[in-house]
């Protein structure tokens, strides 16, 4: 037991630059008790004290702010930073090393019995506000954006953004990066890293498309002139004004060149 809080304590000052003493952490620190409460709440539910257990969390949340079935499976090193607004479901599992921020939801999309909440690898982050929902699964090593909506299980290494969510990147060599940024004490705040795309990658492939179709219209264009030029004569009105007209400032890619 007391090996566990000696863990619990060492991830918060990995974890929180503002933690200073050993002391403020086991008195300030909601998401250390709930964590502390919830593993006494599994306990009895394990032990079938349903009522109990059930009792004890409902008076962690009361306490902490952080809502933590007793049947969630909770595994070393959890941090949860702030807290206010946390939600783990029942069939919820998480693994080692893993962070959450607050408002996180790890939530079900189903009311039928059985596993209906999602499982975390090792060493993922969940950003502020963000909800994770079903049976799914969240690979180690895995950054979850602030206000992220989850409903697709998710590669080791893989950062996910946005509502729906969608991959923006894949790091499949996180364990040494993260091992680094822990470190030289870089976090990746709300699980969004610091070296994370600039633009949306939606945006990004509309903007490639508009400009594919900005160099076909200037094809076009040549081949109707060269047309003209062969035969002597005025295009049909149609091909005359068949030019496409594309707004050109909307951080645009480079064109393909002609």
Known sequence: MFERLKEDIACVFERDPAARTTFEILTNYPGLHA?????LSYRLWQADWKWLARTLSTFTRW?????IHPGAQIGHRFFID???????????CIGDDCTLYHGVTLGGTTWQKGKRHPTLGNDVVVGAGAKVLGPIT?????????????????PEGATVVGIPGRIIKVDTNYERHHKQALEKKIYDAYGIPQDMPDIDPIQYAINYMLDDIDFMDKRLQLLCEAVKKMSGENLPAELESCRIRLPRNINSANPPAE
């Open 63 to 67: 306490l902490t702010g952080i809502e």
């Open 35 to 39: 964590v502390i409460l919830h593993r």
């Open 82 to 92: 702030h807290g206010m607004g946390v939600v783990i479901g029942e069939t919820a």
């Open 138 to 154: 969240i690979g180690n090593g895995a950054r979850i954006g602030s206000n992220a909506v989850i409903l697709k299980s998710v």
